[in-house]
């Protein structure tokens, strides 16, 4: 199993532009949450989902969007990208249970100029 | 809101000391805790989850958890400059699709 992916690994944007971040799951997990971290930060959540064509808003989900049309896949879409989205973004994913731990992808880190 | 406070650190401890890191939560219906390890640019991993009250034992790592007084530590026994990481606790929300708090971390640093 290869987990949790994301593309890409690495992306400089600007200001204004748009782009999607991918997240993939191969280990049939109903649950999904899209993070970003800041430098010194914890985590804090954006959106995340339940299962396919569910999702739901998280802590700080201005300037985002989100979708849920396969089990697998969950792609975050940034518009209009500005700089205070300069972060690193990682996608999640969980069984169902509230004992499951979540399972991280690999991360993107995102620079807005 | 719920809150996950952690001492942000930095700790430094010998190579072989024990390492303690402290959590407290705010939220009393949250029902399962987790310490993450996080290296420099890289994910957070997973190093303990805990749900009873007591302590948990794994290896070299033990978290401890008290509901009452809100509060989930994570020891280090024998600490190695492997551990020199951050430590991220999280706590659950069962009610909204299972989301985690993070604190901010706590960061590591084992002294050889």
Known sequence: ?113 | QKEVEQNSGPLSVPEGAIASLNCTYSDRVSQSFFWYRQYSGKSPELIMSIYSNGDKEDGRFTAQLNKASQYVSLLIRDSQPSDSATYLCAVNDPGTGNQFYFGTGTSLTVIP
């Not at chain 1, 971040?21 to 191969?26: A, E, P, V």
Request: hydrophobic share 30%; with cysteine; glycine share 8%.
């Open chain 1, 1 to 113: 199993n290869a987990g949790v992916t994301q593309t890409p690994k690495f992306r400089i944007l600007k200001i204004g532009q748009s782009m999607t971040l991918q997240c993939t799951q191969d280990m049939n997990h109903n649950y999904m949450y899209w993070y970003r971290q800041d430098p010194g930060m914890g985590l804090k959540l954006i959106y995340y989902s339940v299962g396919a064509g569910i999702t739901d808003k998280g802590e700080v989900p201005n300037g985002y969007n989100v979708s849920r049309s396969t089990t697998e896949d969950f792609p975050l879409r940034l518009e209009l990208a500005a700089p205070s989205q300069t972060s690193v973004y990682f996608c999640a994913s969980s069984y169902s249970t509230s004992q499951e731990t979540q399972y991280f992808g690999p991360g993107t880190r995102l620079l807005v100029l």
